[in-house]
Nanobody, 121 residues
Framework: QVHMVESGGGLVQAGGSLRLSCAASGTIFSINAMGWYRQAPEKERELVAIIYSDSTTIYGDFVKGRFTISRDNAENTVYLQMNSLKPEDTADYYC???????????????WGQGTQVTVSS
């Protein structure tokens, strides 16, 4: 099994910053991509940012240069630095990894439990 453990959520005022972290552990052969998704109440889960093993990054349109995703491949850890936070960024943020447990595996999606981010106006 691959375990994903997130940290760094909390309450922040509009315009403030938060840094989310997520570490993957367990039986891991390789991780193709790691990323962050978010889900606000009564809304669908959406992509925030993803980073591939070659460091290619993709961001959701709403990010607009405010967030930065980074990755420590040696530690199987992904970070999300969020600046200029807005009340509409309030959501549960979920860490994701596309990983292979063994060489012969197909890559599978693994998810964290989520960390809450609340931005007050």
């Amino acid at each position: 099994q691959v375990h994903m453990v997130e940290s760094g959520g909390g309450l922040v005022q509009a315009g403030g910053s938060l840094r989310l972290s997520c570490a993957a552990s367990g039986t891991i052969f390789s991780i193709n991509a790691m990323g962050w998704y978010r889900q606000a109440p009564e809304k669908e889960r959406e992509l925030v940012a993803i980073i591939y093993s070659d460091s290619t990054t993709i961001y959701g349109d709403f990010v607009k240069g405010r967030f930065t995703i980074s990755r420590d491949n040696a530690e199987n850890t992904v970070y999300l630095q969020m600046n200029s936070l807005k009340p509409e960024d309030t959501a549960d943020y979920y860490c994701n990894a596309v990983a292979k447990r063994y060489y012969s595996d197909y890559p599978l999606n693994y998810w964290g439990q989520g960390t809450q981010v609340t931005v007050s106006s």
